[in-house]
């Protein structure tokens, strides 16, 4: 009657089981406190033997693959050396690293003792020993005061042979055997973008390899260090470059050499405590080797010169560099160049400062022909000037 979903129209009844067909045995009653029957002991057993069979199967495998792959007992190479290296290991001749790698030995620290002495870079440019570098890395030394140091770490003395203060360069000579000369290449070959390392002694840290893109060319820049004014048609990298990488060799991705470390442009007003923002200079390597081989073989190098004074073109004219006076029977005068004439191109290169016309002239040895630009009132002309040499 409690159920709550009973039908309430169906009469209620009682129903009682029936009783079991026969006499069934009774159930037998387990006494709590009798003791039972130990069935573990076969199951553990059991566990312990499969282990040590599994150990001892899986240990003779492991031995079988390591005899097979040759890593046995007295089979441990003596030292690393004795593995092949990995591909990526195996750098090739003409990779960068393969590249610092063959220059590097021909790169030189130089160290100046003295009053005026520091440190700066250079590298062998013959194997009879001599070696070129800046002028402002040894200005001032005395020809006992120079030693270089070689990428092995030797050392040995070195002689001034002569240097040219305005193109910032300088030869010196080293006695050693078995010296190692780098390649000269092409500076008038580079073009932008191409890759470049630039090697040397920053901060003094010898055997430094940087590495950069050419970032413009011929840029004209005018540098004064001591009182001496230099003008630099140059070669501009982003290669890392700071006192005393000066001097040192910037090679190209072949191993050449295509430029001089000489200056870097920096944002600090103290130049002593410069340091590089991505902005450095080169010598290039075509007008390194032309005043380098005057100066071993007269011990002075010639001045390119145009055979005028300049000056800036006056205010409101687009550019140009102004013929203040023209030397008589010079370069400039001999093409029909008039003072008053305004010259807006050298060779193709756009001037718009005296300074670039000076930078640009000083790269070419004398003798050479190049064209030039200039407007002389309202009209434009073209002469060919052949350069000449200063008189000094």
């Not at 029957?37 to 001892?56: I, N, Y």
């Not at 008589?328 to 029909?336: E, L, Q, R, V």
């Amino acid at each position: 009657m409690s159920d709550p979903w009973r039908n309430p129209y169906t009469q209620a009844a009682v129903v009682l089981p029936a009783e079991p067909a026969g006499d069934g045995d009774p159930e037998p009653v387990i006494d709590p406190d009798a003791p039972r029957a130990r069935v573990w002991r076969p199951v553990v057993l059991l566990c312990l033997v499969s282990a040590v069979l599994a150990g001892t199967l899986g240990g003779a495998v492991g031995y079988a693959l390591a005899l097979r792959g040759g890593v046995a007992a007295g089979a441990f190479p003596a030292g690393a050396g004795a593995l092949d290296p990995p591909a990526a290991a195996v750098r090739p001749p003409e990779s960068l690293a393969g590249v610092a790698e063959r220059v590097s030995p021909s790169v030189v620290t130089i160290r100046v003792s003295g009053p005026q002495g520091g440190v700066g870079s250079g590298f062998v440019v013959s194997q009879d020993g001599y070696v070129i570098t800046n002028h402002h890395v040894v200005e001032g030394a005395a020809r006992t005061s120079l030693a270089v140091v070689f990428s092995d770490g030797t050392a040995t003395p070195a002689t001034l042979v002569g240097q040219d203060p305005e193109s910032d360069l300088a030869v010196l000579k080293v006695e050693k055997e078995g010296l190692i000369a780098v390649d000269l290449g092409d500076s008038d070959a580079v073009a932008v973008g191409d890759p470049l390392l630039a090697f040397g002694s920053p901060l003094a840290l010898s055997n430094t390899v940087t590495q950069g893109i050419v970032s413009a060319l011929d840029r004209t820049i005018q540098s004064d260090q001591s009182g001496q004014v230099r003008y630099y048609a140059a070669i501009q990298t982003d290669a890392a470059i700071n006192q005393g990488n000066s001097g040192g060799p910037l090679v190209d991705a072949a191993g050449r050499v295509v430029g001089v470390n000489a200056v870097i442009k920096s944002v600090a007003g103290d130049q002593e405590t410069a340091g590089n923002i991505g902005i450095a200079f080169a010598i290039p390597i075509n007008q390194a080797k032309r005043v380098s081989q005057e100066i071993i073989a007269t011990g002075k190098a010639r001045r390119t010169v145009i055979g005028a004074e300049v000056g800036n073109a006056a205010a409101g004219l687009t550019g140009g560099v102004r013929l203040e006076t023209v030397q008589s029977n010079g370069p400039a005068s001999t093409a029909g160049l008039r003072a008053g004439d305004v010259v807006t191109r050298l060779d193709h290169h756009p001037l718009n400062d005296a300074i670039d016309l000076v930078a640009l002239v000083r790269k070419y040895a004398p003798g050479s022909i190049v064209t030039v630009e200039y407007r002389r009132g309202s009209t434009t002309q073209t002469a060919s000037v052949t350069l000449a040499a200063d008189a000094q």
